[in-house]
């Protein structure tokens, strides 16, 4: 298992070349945007999210919105440490953060959930091969996350590995 200094070092040094392998197809604007997600991704999004890391101090006291995440899910856990699933879930809770945010400040003048909603989809409606990029950035920078952990695929939850358990004991045993 990496160190998080490990990590820090692989993502910076990564992230540019990840986002040249972007620059043929979308031009300048991709190299950028898959590169700052990719940095954005091991730096501010890790799966380390589910622990007390580096990746968590460098939100601030804004690490005070991870705490529930990282109490419910325990580390390495299926739903932090997989790929797809860790990275959406991320996202899913800091999606959650905000239309929460957006519903306690609309006295203020916030706007409503359904108006980011029309603006995230009029986004993705003019920007989607920019934002696949971004979306790939963060996955990847997930994966060689995974990678340095030496553990790409998480070990299932405990209720599966205890059935899968019982299922095999439940099995007919030859007779010699």
Request: hydrophobic share 50%; charged share 15%; proline share 10%.
């Amino acid at each position: 298992m990496a160190s998080g200094r490990a990590h820090d070092r692989a993502t910076t040094l990564l992230a540019l070349p990840f986002g040249l392998l972007w620059a043929p197809a979308l031009g300048p604007h991709g190299l950028v945007t898959a590169a700052v997600a990719f940095l954005l991704g091991g730096l501010w999004l890790s799966p380390d999210l589910d622990t007390r890391s580096r990746v968590t101090a460098r939100w601030g006291p804004l690490a005070v919105f991870w705490w529930p995440y990282r109490r419910f899910l325990r580390h390495r856990s299926l739903l932090s440490h997989s790929p797809l699933l860790g990275t959406a879930g991320r996202l899913a809770w800091l999606a959650g953060l905000i239309v929460a945010a957006c519903l306690l400040l609309m006295p203020l003048g916030a706007p409503p959930p359904q108006r980011l909603a029309g603006g995230l989809i009029t986004l993705w409606e003019q920007q989607r091969p920019l934002l696949i990029a971004a979306l790939v950035g963060l996955e990847a920078s997930a994966w060689l996350h995974l990678l340095q952990d030496g553990d790409p695929l998480p070990r299932p939850p405990r209720l599966l590995r205890a059935c899968a358990r019982w299922r095999r004991s439940q099995k007919p045993r030859r007779r010699r």
